[in-house]
Structures are given as structure tokens and as C-alpha cells.
T-cell receptor, first 116, second 109 residues
Framework: NAGVMQNPRHLVRRRGQEARLRCSPM?????VYWYRQLPEEGLKFMVY????????ESGMPKERFSAEFPKEGPSILRIQQVVRGDSAAYFC??????????????FGPGTRLLVL | KNEVEQSPQNLTAQEGEFITINCSYS?????LHWLQQHPGGGIVSLFM???GKKKHGRLIATINIQEKHSSLHITASHPRDSAVYIC???????????FGKGTHLIIQP
């Protein structure tokens, strides 16, 4: 039973390029969370999605960032026109039934984004 | 003031010592989570608890809902326990977890 998969594990982009980060939840999980860990800082919630729905995006920067979780395929976190301040580790987590039940979240290995 | 406060921020101990990491929170929660982040960066969920006490191997987690406080204990600590231990809450506002800043634990042989 594979865990949460994220790819790529490392991504290097130049300023102004786009970054696409992918997350495949654990089998049977339909709830996905994205978190960001800036260098020397703690983890911060970005967005919570169910299949085809964004449930809570209160932690997402208002510009350049978007997320989706289509009916088929992985969840995608997209960062347009990246800047150096976007350099961070981006973690995806999944759970079976959703936030209201206070469930255990299972984390992927993360994508380390470096913006040159 | 952060919703989740951890102490200590850094802790160095000798192998075999009993370790305690504390977490306080300031809002109502549905659950409290203890996570472990290894130097390679991966994050593992250790415990999720909403009351009482849980034990897994040498790890024990307790929570006092009235006092809004939780502790993570490690008995007979070992160098492989060296990691960042992170306290997080769910149900505190946003639908995702709200995290403490973590406790950097180093166990020396």
C-alpha cells in the first residue's frame, strides 16, 4: 500500500518560470492538504481540497498560487512567475474522510523548490 | 501570539535520558497531533489524540483539554530519536493543521 507520493522531489526554477508540484494521496484517501515550510520556519497550511473541490484556501497567497484536485489524477499545486521567496519545501498530506473528524494526516516526502 | 507554542525550542540530552517536550495551544481543537521530522525532511505522524494518553513503544503522548496542554515523552532515548518534533492542532480555525515551531532534539551517545 503505497504512501503519499510527491513529485518531483526537487525542483529548480528561474525567477519568472512556473512550478508544478504533484501529489498522489494514499489509496482510498480523497482529502488532500498542501503545506509550505519556508527555510528556518515552521510548517504553514496552504489549501485543503477534496476531489474537484477547493474546501479551504485561506492559507494560499492571493496571487500566483493555485491548486486543483481533479476527478482523475494527482493534486497539483501551481506557482506562476516564481520568485526567490517561493523557495521552500512543499508538503502534501492526505486523509480518508476530512478535516472535521480530526483525522491523522499522512505526509508525502515533500518537494524542495529552489528558485534561482 | 502563535496559537501553538512548544517548549523547549532546542534540547540536547544524553542517550538513555527521559525526554519531555511540551505543547500549549490557545483555541478549541478537535485533535492534537505530534509529528516527527527527520534531518532528511520527511514528516511522520506519531500520535493524534483528543483526550487522555497514548503510548507507542518508547513514546508517550498526553493531553489535558482543560489546560490546553500536551506533552510528548520519550523513554530510554537513543541517538536515532534525534529529530524535530512538531506539535500541531486540528479544528483550530482553518481546515488544515496549525503547527508549532518544533523542538530540535539531539540525543548524544
Amino acid at each position: 500500500n503505497a504512501g503519499v507520493m510527491q513529485n518531483p522531489r526537487h525542483l529548480v526554477r528561474r525567477r519568472g518560470q512556473e512550478a508544478r508540484l504533484r501529489c498522489s494521496p494514499m489509496k482510498g484517501h480523497s482529502h488532500v492538504y498542501w503545506y509550505r515550510q519556508l527555510p528556518e520556519e515552521g510548517l504553514k497550511f496552504m489549501v485543503y481540497l477534496q476531489k474537484e473541490n477547493i474546501i479551504d484556501e485561506s492559507g494560499m497567497p492571493k496571487e500566483r498560487f493555485s491548486a486543483e484536485f481533479p476527478k482523475e489524477g494527482p493534486s497539483i499545486l501551481r506557482i506562476q512567475q516564481v520568485v526567490r521567496g517561493d523557495s521552500a519545501a512543499y508538503f502534501c498530506a492526505s486523509s480518508p474522510s476530512g478535516a472535521l473528524r480530526g483525522e491523522t494526516q499522512y505526509f508525502g516526502p515533500g518537494t524542495r523548490l529552489l528558485v534561482l | 501570539k502563535n496559537e501553538v507554542e512548544q517548549s523547549p525550542q532546542n534540547l540536547t540530552a544524553q542517550e538513555g535520558e527521559f525526554i519531555t517536550i511540551n505543547c500549549s495551544y490557545s483555541v478549541g481543537i478537535s485533535a492534537l497531533h505530534w509529528l516527527q521530522q527527520h534531518p532528511g525532511g520527511g514528516i511522520v505522524s506519531l500520535f493524534m489524540l483528543s483526550s487522555g494518553k497514548k503510548k507507542h513503544g518508547r513514546l508517550i503522548a498526553t493531553i489535558n483539554i482543560q489546560e490546553k496542554h500536551s506533552s510528548l515523552h520519550i523513554t530510554a532515548s537513543h541517538p536515532r530519536d534525534s529529530a524535530v518534533y512538531i506539535c500541531a492542532i486540528s479544528g483550530g480555525g482553518a481546515d488544515g493543521l496549525t503547527f508549532g515551531k518544533g523542538t530540535h532534539l539531539i540525543i548524544q551517545p
